[in-house]
Every structure is written in C-alpha cells, then in structure tokens.
C-alpha cells in the first residue's frame, strides 16, 4: 500500500520499488493466491506511470531542441543563401531536404518513446498482450501460461492453434521469449499499459 | 542417325571431357570442350553452368554473369546457375540482386535436398551477402548522418554566438546551456545512429553453445533454447569406453567367472543425452522448434545488419 500512497503523490520511481517488493513477498508465501495478480496489476500501473512521467519530460526536451535546431538551421540556409549569388533553386531544395533529413533525425532518436504495436512473437495469439509467463506447447507455439491452462481445463485438451493433442504436463516455459518481452518493457514502458 | 541426335551425343562426350579437365585443375581446357559442347547444343542448361563454374575458378565474373543469366533463360530453376550469379552480382557490387539471387538459390535447394551440404554453403554465401548489403547502405546513411549532424552544429553555434552577442549579461548561464545545447544535439544524432553501430546481440537471442544469434532455434524440455544442428550433434556424440580402464571391477569379475565368451574391449555408449546446461535427460524426438524466437532473431536481423557477420 505505501507503493499506492507514493504513486498518488507522483513518486512513481519509489513507487514501483515498493510494488516490485510487495510482489516479491507476495509471490513468496502463496505463488498461486489472487493477491499475487492483483499486486501485479498495480505494479504494471506503476511502471506505466514511471515511464509516462518520464517520456514526457523526454519528449518535451527533444521537441525544444529540435525547434531550436530547425531555427539555427533555417538561419544558416539564410546567411548562405544571401552570400551565393545564381544556383538558388537546388539551394532551396537541398536547403528543405536538409530540414526533412533533421526532422528525421528527431524522429528517430523519440522512436522508443512513440507508442506502437509490441511485436508479434512477444504477444500471445489468445490475449493479444505482450508475454508475462509464456509456455511453448510440442507444436512450436508460444500462448501466456494462465490463459493455456485456462483453455485445457475449460476447452479441451488441444492446441488451440494447431489443433494438435495438449496436456498442461506437455507446457514448456518459453524462457528466452520471457526474456525477450522484458527487455523491449525495459526499453518500451509505454506496452505496460493495460486497459 | 539425325544430326540433332548426333550432335547431341558428341555434346555429352564434349561435356564429360570437359569434366574430366575440371578435376584436373586445368580449367582453360574444360572451358574450350564445355564452349564446343554449347555451340553443338546451345538450350542444355548444365553445359552453361559448368562452364560458368570454370570462370569462377579463374575470377572471371563477367563471363559467370553472362553463362549464368543464359543457364537461368533455359532453366529458371537451375540452383547452381542463381548460386553463382548471386556471387557474380556481388563481385561487381550489386548487393541487392545478388542478395535476391541468392535467396532464390537458397530457396530451391532447400526444396530439393534440405538435408544437404549444399544448404549450409549456400546459407553462408547469403548470410556474407546480406552483410555486405547492410555495409554499404548503412555506410551511405552514416556518411549522410555525419554531414547533417555537422551542419547543423555550425548552424547551432552560429545561433549561439548571434544570440549571445544580442544579450547583456547573464553570460556564464547562457555558455552553460549552450554546451548542453550541443550536447544535447550530439546525443540526438547518436540515438538515431544507434541501430547501424555493431554492438552484441541479445543473449536471448543467441544460443548459448555457438554464441551466434538462431538460426533455426529449438527449446528442450528444460525451457533452454539452442541451435538445432548444434545441439543434434551433442546428442548424436558417440563415445568409445574401453571397460579394461574404466570398469576393472566388472571385467575383473567377467574374467574371474571364467565365461568362454570373446570379451569384448569396448563398448559403444551415447554419452550425449541430456541438456547441455541443465543436465536433465534429453532426447532428440523431445526438441521443439521456438517459432517465436525464430521470428525475434530474423526480426533483430532485419533491423541490425551488422549481425549477419560471420566470422
């Protein structure tokens, strides 16, 4: 709870320390509980909000600079162009392609913080989320654990994709994947989001 | 006997001649038997390509181009015929076809024998393509990078010296944010770069006996993930135990009892089934293909040129 007190008063980087703890303990005593689900719900907020809170100030940043920039290079087009006499057509042009290439430029370095489409193979075919706990089943295929378990109990023993037999013994932990989608979290906060 | 069919015949004697000079190193010789085999019967594919063969013995690219693109009018599924003017295509530095060629190579052969060593030759080549394409275009975009970046310092600079020049005072403040100012632009320029400057691929993306990024990536029961050939090949090791030196106390026993049975020294054991890093049993039928890891690396791949760097 003092990681939902700090959240509310904007301490978001705190905030996720004391939820990623909470988690821990939680995680420790009763792996299976709802508790643990629901701390995880709030700790994904939380790493939401950090990053939110963060990109913004990112963004803002990159944006004056690029203003500025675009400003100095403008200037510098316009110093050049009044000291060049003839050829100033493909000055022009070469000036406002200049321009796009640094727009470009800019682009790029915000590309992280742009929020997209997390890729495929780092979703589940059922959830359409990013993998927290994915599984891969004897016919190649990568689904998150609770939702896989979830369909053998309720649906029937197959691969809902392939359609081939599948018993939960048969689920294999898909650790590199795991790994995978924590690492593009790491570098792309704003697939924390859940609606 | 009709002249076709005579011809014909003198062709495929011309052509076996000129196979037999190709084992000899004398390549001169089997490109004058394969040239009067093509001008007897100029639509067989395969005097093309042999011929084309001959030329790259001799590094004479242009003449591979021209018997290639001749072999594939005859036959457009003639592997050897894109193998090589992939090859060709990237002696004269048009990457983007050979690397097409190639593909093309690759593609027809894996259909034809998958299990081949041909596939993994033909890999290669593709793989050193696809780098040699990734160097020459992200060498044209950091060049283009460079001089943007350096524009538009000038341009920065010169705003500042105009803008400082325009303000009394508060000098210090406005060197300081002016430094961050370049600083903050370098860092800009970096980030966008970030993408074409070698660095190590992911750890998940790499199997953890080659350290090269999958290829054709499988998962064991133990949740690891490895290159398939590689890990087959551990499985498939075979070891000679001699039984003298590793089990005296067996074989001091057989002897003791005296069986009138031949002894045999050695015995054959399959030391390899079991997870390399987990140690649990494995066995070759319990590999399962990690499609979404094979889609992650061939994803990076795209992305990070750099990558496809063998060494």
């Not at chain 1, 609770?146 to 939960?168: C, M, Q, T, W």
Request: aromatic share 10%.
């Amino acid at each position: 709870m003092l990681g939902l007190a700090l959240l509310q008063r904007e301490d978001y980087t705190e905030g996720v320390k004391e939820l990623e703890k909470a988690l821990d303990l939680e995680r420790g005593a009763s792996p299976k509980g709802y508790k643990v689900e629901e701390i995880w719900q709030d700790l994904a907020r939380a790493r939401y909000l950090l990053w939110e809170h963060e990109s913004t100030k990112r963004s803002w940043d990159l944006q004056n600079l690029k203003e500025t920039c675009m400003a100095a290079l403008k200037e510098k087009h316009f110093l050049d162009t009044s000291q060049v006499e003839g050829f100033v057509d493909e000055n022009i042009q070469s000036n406002l392609e200049q321009l796009e290439a640094l727009n470009g430029v800019f682009n790029k370095a915000a590309e992280d913080d742009i929020p997209t489409d997390v890729p495929d193979y780092l979703c589940c075919k059922i959830t359409l989320d990013i993998f927290r706990d994915p599984v891969i089943t004897p016919s190649g295929l990568t689904y998150e654990r609770a939702v896989i378990l979830d369909h053998l109990h309720k649906v029937g023993n197959f691969d809902p994709v392939s359609r081939e037999p599948l018993y939960s013994s048969q689920l294999v932990p898909n650790l590199a994947i795991k790994e995978a989608a924590r690492a593009f979290l790491e570098t792309h906060g704003w697939a924390y989001k859940t609606d | 006997m009709s002249l076709t069919v005579a011809a014909a015949k003198q062709a495929e004697k011309l052509r076996i001649d000129g196979n037999s000079y190709f084992k000899k190193d004398r390549f001169g010789a089997a490109i004058d038997a394969y040239t009067e085999a093509i001008t007897l019967c100029p639509d067989v594919p395969i005097y093309w390509t042999n011929r084309a063969v001959c030329h790259r013995k001799r590094n004479d690219w242009t003449r591979v181009e021209e018997d290639c693109r001749r072999a594939i009018q005859l036959d457009h599924n003639s592997i050897k015929a894109h193998h090589m003017l992939g090859l060709a295509l990237l002696q004269r530095e048009d990457y983007t076809e050979g690397v097409k060629e190639l593909e093309k190579a690759l593609d027809l052969e894996r259909g034809a024998s998958p299990k081949g060593y041909k596939v993994e030759e033909i890999w290669q080549d593709l793989a050193r393509a696809r780098y040699l394409l990734w160097e020459h275009e992200s060498t044209k975009r950091s060049w283009d990078l460079q001089n943007l970046k350096e524009t538009c310092m000038a341009a920065l600079k010169e705003k500042h010296f105009l803008d400082t020049s325009q303000v009394e005072g508060f000098v210090d403040e406005n060197i300081q944010s002016n430094l961050e100012q370049l600083e903050a632009l370098n860092g800009v320029f970096n980030k966008a770069a970030e993408d074409d400057i070698p660095t190590d691929v992911p750890d998940y993306l790499c199997c953890k006996i080659t350290l090269d990024i999958f290829r054709d990536p499988v998962i064991t029961p133990s949740g690891l993930t490895y290159e398939r050939a590689v890990i087959l090949d551990h499985l498939h090791k075979v070891a000679l135990i001699d039984i003298q030196l590793s089990f005296p106390f067996i074989y001091m026993h057989i002897f003791i009892l005296q069986c009138h049975v031949l002894i045999l020294n050695f015995v054959i054991f399959k030391v390899g089934n079991f997870d390399p890093v987990s140690r649990e049993p494995l066995y070759s039928s319990q590999l399962v293909p990690n499609l979404a890891i094979k889609e992650a690396a061939r994803a990076f791949l795209e992305t990070h040129g750099w990558a496809y760097k063998t060494d």
